[in-house]
């Protein structure tokens, strides 16, 4: 990590992880129709000195400790000569908590030191104090039956599910506090520029509570094998998802104990393979599919623990807005940061007693009745050659088109006062003191892809592939996660304005691995792949001003053209203007082994290899910040891999 106004925090970072797995597994033929199994993986893997992200101070750290465990036990039935039936049961339970390590130690997010945000990096301790217990229990049976000679030879496949859900969330994150600074400068008490400009904390106390889903799901299919050129493919499903979410004081349900069911999820598909030539070396291959998505637990959080009445929520100081003061400056006014960066305890405790249900005074987040599930319609063509050299290729058009995907309007969207980052946010509703946030289907996502692949089978010692794709991913949202409307003005969503390219937008892939059998070295084996794919795209923005005055600074997005960070580390970008409009640098990547298997005696072999990664010793960069008031604005500060290395491997395998 490299922090240029701060160089006290450069460092090179390490994570440590520890990893336990176990596995058992049990067969028994019970006679010769029914045959049963049973399998239990249990794993534990804490990992410690998380610093994961490229603007973190090692205080900063986190420390994540998990335990997970699966089991599942299936009969498999034989009925007749040409049916099947197979049942099974399965428990999935994920116990994970995140914390900076020190909380681990005194078990009381309270007690820890605030986390201090500044302009271009986090400093002293995490405010994540995250527990998560998701306990998954499902029950499936799944009917295949093979049909020969009816116009052809039918593989049928009929199929029921059934899976509840459950997560325990608990959270004392934020309690410690976060104080916001304008700048990177060192706290010094006789130097107003040096004081924070806001604080949140969570308050009156930690956020416990218990969430359940239940999901049926059917499905029938046929691959008909028309003839030996001619295959079809053709199938539906049904998505049924209940996830009862309290609605209390929730002003669009008339019953709080309501909730939005979505019931019209029937989901086609379809597909072709039409071989060209009666030699099969020539196929073509199509197919179309409706795919319905679950609704993650994690978008209804909120929901169930933030209403309007709450026992646990975060708050913010000032509560309309920055203290204009340091910027400026002058001292800040607001009590809870005239002392600097030390949370004013007593003061805290006479607002928020602990123990008590209080009116939410930070974000409040509402349902919709006509929450949909989100859809994708995907589109699949494609052909493939082969020819008697043990050459293939190929070519395959992918389009992804999702639809209905959750986002957030704001029910409550303030107004600030002046296109000044520090002006004042005046708000409709004063019965709510911050965002009134409500999910929505208001997103979409269109994907398409283009990949060329050529690929030698291993003969003669040598076997090679090598892929191209050429691919767009756009949209008004970023990843299909719930994203807030950034755009939004008053009522007014903007949407057009949110379009853009998804942060996994790639245009350029190229991939080509191989490997050789080197002749006349007594069994040198020399392997290796090259990767290189397009930069990151990333959004130029100017978090100086708030100019349609929306209270957000996403949307603030500079004029195209040439940007360049300061200094000698700085890049030069092109910007085309609005959201991910610039791209970070390229990656790209040769990696090489090189290494004998020597036999020992049957069945047994020593095996010695040499690893050179980043073959080039070429330095591949993170997304730098693309917010032209920070100091670190198009100034990369980590890299992706370390640089040139060589690591030596000894195996012995029997």
Same mark, same amino acid.
């Given at each position: 990590?490299?922090?240029?106004?701060?160089?006290?925090?450069?460092?090179?970072?390490?994570?440590?992880?520890?990893?336990?797995?176990?596995?058992?597994?049990?067969?028994?033929?019970?006679?010769?129709?029914?045959?049963?199994?049973?399998?239990?993986?249990?794993?534990?893997?804490?990992?410690?000195?998380?610093?994961?992200?490229?603007?973190?101070?090692?205080?900063?750290?986190?420390?994540?400790?998990?335990?997970?465990?699966?089991?599942?036990?299936?009969?498999?039935?034989?009925?007749?000569?040409?049916?099947?039936?197979?049942?099974?049961?399965?428990?999935?339970?994920?116990?994970?908590?995140?914390?900076?390590?020190?909380?681990?130690?005194?078990?009381?997010?309270?007690?820890?030191?605030?986390?201090?945000?500044?302009?271009?990096?986090?400093?002293?301790?995490?405010?994540?104090?995250?527990?998560?217990?998701?306990?998954?229990?499902?029950?499936?049976?799944?009917?295949?039956?093979?049909?020969?000679?009816?116009?052809?030879?039918?593989?049928?496949?009929?199929?029921?599910?059934?899976?509840?859900?459950?997560?325990?969330?608990?959270?004392?994150?934020?309690?410690?506090?976060?104080?916001?600074?304008? !700048?990177? &400068?060192?706290?010094? /008490?006789? +130097?107003?520029?040096?004081?924070?400009? =806001? *604080? %949140?904390?969570?308050?009156?106390?930690?956020?416990?509570?218990?969430?359940?889903? !239940?999901? &049926?799901?059917?499905? /029938?299919? +046929?691959?008909?094998?028309?003839?030996? =050129? *001619? %295959?079809?493919?053709?199938?539906?499903?049904?998505?049924?998802?209940?996830?009862?979410?309290?609605?209390?004081?929730?002003?669009?349900?008339?019953?709080?104990?309501?909730?939005?069911?979505?019931?019209?999820?029937?989901?086609?598909?379809?597909?072709?393979?039409?071989?060209?030539?009666?030699?099969?070396?020539?196929?073509?291959?199509?197919?179309?599919?409706?795919?319905?998505?679950?609704?993650?637990?994690?978008?209804?959080?909120?929901?169930?623990?933030?209403?309007?009445?709450?026992?646990?929520?975060?708050?913010?100081?000032?509560?309309?807005?920055?203290?204009?003061?340091?910027?400026?400056?002058?001292?800040?006014?607001?009590?809870?940061?005239?002392?600097?960066?030390?949370?004013?305890?007593?003061?805290?405790?006479?607002?928020?007693?602990?123990?008590?249900?209080?009116?939410?005074?930070?974000?409040?987040?509402?349902?919709?009745?006509?929450?949909?599930?989100?859809?994708?319609?995907?589109?699949?063509?494609?052909?493939?050659?082969?020819?008697?050299?043990?050459?293939?290729?190929?070519?395959?058009?992918?389009?992804?088109?999702?639809?209905?995907?959750?986002?957030?309007?704001?029910?409550?969207?303030?107004?600030?006062?002046?296109?000044?980052?520090?002006?004042?946010?005046?708000?409709?509703?004063?019965?709510?003191?911050?965002?009134?946030?409500?999910?929505?289907?208001?997103?979409?996502?269109?994907?398409?892809?283009?990949?060329?692949?050529?690929?030698?089978?291993?003969?003669?010692?040598?076997?090679?592939?090598?892929?191209?794709?050429?691919?767009?991913?756009?949209?008004?949202?970023?990843?299909?996660?719930?994203?807030?409307?950034?755009?939004?003005?008053?009522?007014?969503?903007?949407?057009?304005?949110?379009?853009?390219?998804?942060?996994?937008?790639?245009?350029?892939?190229?991939?080509?691995?191989?490997?050789?059998?080197?002749?006349?070295?007594?069994?040198?084996?020399?392997?290796?792949?090259?990767?290189?794919?397009?930069?990151?795209?990333?959004?130029?923005?100017?978090?100086?001003?708030?100019?349609?005055?929306?209270?957000?600074?996403?949307?603030?997005?500079?004029?195209?053209?040439?940007?360049?960070?300061?200094?000698?580390?700085?890049?030069?970008?092109?910007?085309?203007?609005?959201?991910?409009?610039?791209?970070?640098?390229?990656?790209?990547?040769?990696?090489?082994?090189?290494?004998?298997?020597?036999?020992?005696?049957?069945?047994?072999?020593?095996?010695?290899?040499?690893?050179?990664?980043?073959?080039?010793?070429?330095?591949?960069?993170?997304?730098?910040?693309?917010?032209?008031?920070?100091?670190?604005?198009?100034?990369?500060?980590?890299?992706?891999?370390?640089?040139?290395?060589?690591?030596?491997?000894?195996?012995?395998?029997?």
């Amino acid at each position: 990590m490299n922090i240029p106004v701060r160089p006290e925090f450069n460092r090179t970072d390490f994570i440590e992880t520890r990893v336990w797995n176990h596995l058992v597994r049990v067969d028994h033929q019970l006679n010769a129709a029914h045959a049963w199994s049973g399998r239990l993986l249990w794993e534990r893997s804490p990992q410690f000195n998380q610093i994961l992200q490229t603007n973190w101070t090692p205080p900063r750290g986190e420390q994540e400790n998990d335990t997970d465990w699966t089991f599942v036990g299936s009969l498999n039935s034989v009925v007749g000569n040409t049916r099947l039936n197979t049942l099974r049961l399965s428990v999935v339970q994920e116990d994970v908590f995140f914390g900076n390590p020190q909380y681990f130690a005194a078990g009381n997010q309270v007690s820890l030191l605030p986390m201090l945000d500044y302009l271009s990096f986090e400093d002293q301790q995490s405010t994540r104090a995250t527990a998560r217990k998701d306990t998954a229990y499902g029950l499936d049976d799944t009917f295949s039956w093979f049909v020969p000679n009816r116009g052809g030879d039918h593989d049928i496949k009929l199929g029921v599910q059934y899976l509840y859900s459950e997560v325990r969330r608990f959270t004392a994150s934020n309690e410690n506090g976060t104080f916001v600074f304008s !700048h990177d &400068l060192p706290f010094d /008490a006789a +130097d107003p520029r040096t004081y924070p400009e =806001r *604080l %949140s904390v969570r308050v009156p106390g930690s956020q416990d509570f218990l969430a359940r889903a !239940h999901f &049926l799901s059917g499905f /029938a299919q +046929d691959k008909w094998k028309i003839n030996n =050129r *001619l %295959s079809l493919s053709l199938g539906v499903r049904y998505d049924l998802e209940v996830m009862p979410v309290p609605e209390r004081d929730n002003p669009r349900f008339d019953d709080p104990n309501d909730y939005p069911v979505d019931r019209n999820n029937v989901a086609p598909r379809a597909g072709f393979t039409v071989a060209v030539d009666e030699a099969q070396r020539s196929v073509v291959r199509g197919g179309f599919g409706l795919f319905f998505q679950k609704t993650p637990f994690t978008f209804t959080d909120s929901i169930i623990s933030n209403g309007v009445f709450a026992d646990s929520f975060t708050v913010l100081f000032p509560a309309t807005g920055v203290d204009p003061g340091p910027s400026r400056g002058a001292f800040p006014t607001d009590p809870f940061l005239t002392g600097g960066p030390a949370v004013n305890r007593a003061l805290l405790d006479q607002l928020y007693p602990g123990g008590t249900l209080a009116r939410n005074a930070g974000d409040v987040f509402f349902d919709s009745p006509g929450r949909k599930l989100p859809y994708a319609r995907q589109h699949r063509s494609a052909t493939s050659a082969r020819s008697a050299a043990a050459y293939r290729r190929a070519w395959i058009y992918i389009r992804s088109e999702q639809r209905d995907l959750h986002m957030r309007r704001n029910l409550n969207a303030p107004v600030r006062a002046t296109t000044s980052r520090t002006g004042r946010l005046v708000r409709p509703d004063a019965d709510f003191t911050q965002n009134v946030w409500e999910i929505g289907n208001y997103g979409y996502i269109d994907y398409d892809a283009l990949q060329l692949e050529l690929r030698k089978r291993h003969s003669s010692g040598f076997s090679l592939r090598a892929s191209y794709t050429y691919s767009k991913g756009r949209g008004n949202n970023e990843q299909a996660n719930n994203e807030i409307v950034f755009t939004q003005v008053e009522d007014d969503l903007n949407l057009a304005n949110n379009v853009g390219p998804t942060s996994i937008d790639r245009p350029h892939l190229l991939s080509v691995n191989g490997a050789w059998q080197v002749p006349g070295t007594g069994g040198l084996q020399v392997s290796g792949v090259a990767q290189y794919r397009s930069g990151a795209p990333i959004t130029l923005t100017n978090s100086n001003f708030d100019l349609n005055r929306n209270g957000r600074f996403e949307d603030e997005y500079l004029d195209p053209g040439t940007y360049s960070g300061a200094g000698p580390n700085g890049i030069t970008v092109e910007n085309a203007g609005g959201r991910r409009g610039a791209r970070a640098p390229d990656y790209a990547m040769v990696n090489l082994r090189a290494g004998y298997a020597l036999p020992v005696r049957d069945g047994h072999q020593l095996q010695v290899f040499l690893d050179f990664f980043n073959v080039t010793n070429r330095t591949n960069l993170n997304a730098p910040s693309g917010d032209l008031r920070s100091s670190t604005f198009l100034i990369p500060t980590s890299i992706v891999e370390a640089p040139r290395t060589l690591q030596l491997n000894v195996r012995y395998a029997f």
